[in-house]
């Protein structure tokens, strides 16, 4: 089986899927990272140099060699789901299964304001006021694609260990 974590930037899918990976003696990937090593540049030099839809390219044509793994939890990047069809090549696959990680704006905000400037997407917002108005309109549109999930976990109050064992509930 392979574990797909989506959901918002800074809803812990990094850190949750590593958590969880150990947990259930699987190995763990992390699409960002592994994308990072393939493209051979970070995603905030990606973002610069190549642009956006250079690195939506990149996620799409990656995504294919995610499908064939086994024994495998993959946090996802943030947008990952919610360009072409990737939303329906991941709830399709067989032998996978895919869980958002909800988790509301202010929870999001609280998380990405301390880090914004490794998430490109984010990192010109200066207030985070500003950084709270653009969650709240991104993740409306985002939530149709997240919605997808065959399992959500509403995050909000749980550490990271709650929702790796809350996920480990759901897949047994
Ligand atoms: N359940 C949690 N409770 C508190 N902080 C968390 C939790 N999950 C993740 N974090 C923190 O939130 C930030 C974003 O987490 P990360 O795993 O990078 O999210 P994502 O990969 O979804 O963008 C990190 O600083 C991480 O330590
Ligand atoms: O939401 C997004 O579009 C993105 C999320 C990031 O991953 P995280 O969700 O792990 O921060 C990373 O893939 C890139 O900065 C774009
Ligand atoms: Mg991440």
């Known amino acids: 089986m392979i574990v797909f974590l989506i ?20 190995r763990f990937m992390d699409f ?14 990606t973002f610069k140099q190549k642009g956006e839809i250079f690195f939506r390219k990149q996620e799409y044509l990656h995504l294919e060699k995610l499908l064939e793994l086994d024994h495998y939890v993959v946090a996802l990047g943030g947008g ?22 909800k988790a509301s704006v202010n929870t999001l905000t609280d998380r990405l304001y301390p880090e914004k400037s490794k998430r490109p ?29 065959q399992a959500t ?7 990271p260990q709650q929702v ?5 509930e759901i897949l047994s």
């Not at 990192?123 to 997808?148: G, P, T, V």
């Open 80 to 101: 990952t789901p919610c360009y072409g069809d990737n939303i329906t090549r991941l709830t399709g696959a067989n032998n996978a299964k895919v869980i958002y990680l």
């Open 164 to 168: 790796a064992d809350n996920i480990i």
């Open 7 to 26: 959901g918002y930037m800074g809803c812990g899918k990094s850190t949750v899927g590593e958590i969880l990976a150990n947990k259930i003696q699987y």
């Open 153 to 159: 976990i509403n995050i909000d109050n749980l550490t």
């Open 121 to 149: 997407l984010i990192s010109h917002l200066d207030s985070k006021e500003a950084l709270n108005d653009f969650i709240r309109k991104h993740l409306f549109e985002r939530n149709y694609y997240y919605n997808q999930a």
């Open 32 to 45: 960002d990272n592994y994308l990072e090593d393939s493209i051979g540049m970070s995603i905030t030099e």
